[in-house]
């Protein structure tokens, strides 16, 4: 149960910075975000593995680096944050003024996968692998991964690379229901293929 609890609050404190960052207007928006999910890592990660996003929890599982029995429970703690911390925003700020915003599919559906893959191959390289264990760096390249992806196309799609997220952000009111799909199937998929990519580039046991 205390890994399920680590789940939720660093999943909650992740999807309630991106709202009420975003809300805010700030430019600094990607920083807090990524930032937010840097020290939620550091301080849980050793409870839980500071996981906070349900394509991470499925690409850690593929690696090998997750009980099968904790998946389901970490999904559902991960994606119950989102919604606490999508109505919180919600309560506290209202309807973005400009209302949700619209993207396209098939760069949406890129991005998120290009991204969700390289958010979860940092956290396999950097948290899992035998090469970097000890290491005190983790949070700081995850965090930083987020950072990059949400400058880099954040205006493509969003900038979710998590389904918590994406869950999170449609309660908000800043993405619409229909972009919901593509945040739970892109994002899934590309911690499935990270977790490919990295049992294809490394020997059993590392």
Known sequence: ????????????????????????????APLAIGSA???MIFAGGHVSGGHFNPAVTLSVWLRGKCDTKDVVPYWIAQLAAGVAAGAIVLALKGQ??????????????????????????VVLNAATAKGTAGNSFYGL????????????????????????????????????????WIYL?????????AALAFKATHDKGE
């Not at 199937?185 to 293929?193: M, T």
């Open 141 to 180: 390249a995850i965090g930083f991964t987020v950072l990059t992806g949400a400058v880099a196309v954040g205006g493509v799609s969003g900038g979710a690379f998590n389904p918590a997220v994406g869950l999170g952000v449609v309660v908000m009111g800043l993405e619409k229901i229909s972009q919901l």
């Open 1 to 28: 149960m205390k890994k399920y609890i680590v789940e939720f609050i660093g999943t909650f404190f992740l999807v309630f910075t991106v709202g009420m960052a975003v809300q805010s207007g700030s430019p600094l």
């Open 37 to 39: 999910l840097m020290v």
């Open 96 to 121: 973005p003024t400009l209302g949700a915003a619209t993207h396209e599919v098939v760069p949406s559906l890129i991005v998120e996968f290009l991204f969700t893959f390289a958010l979860a191959w």
């Open 185 to 193: 199937a892109a994002d899934l998929a590309g911690g499935a293929v």
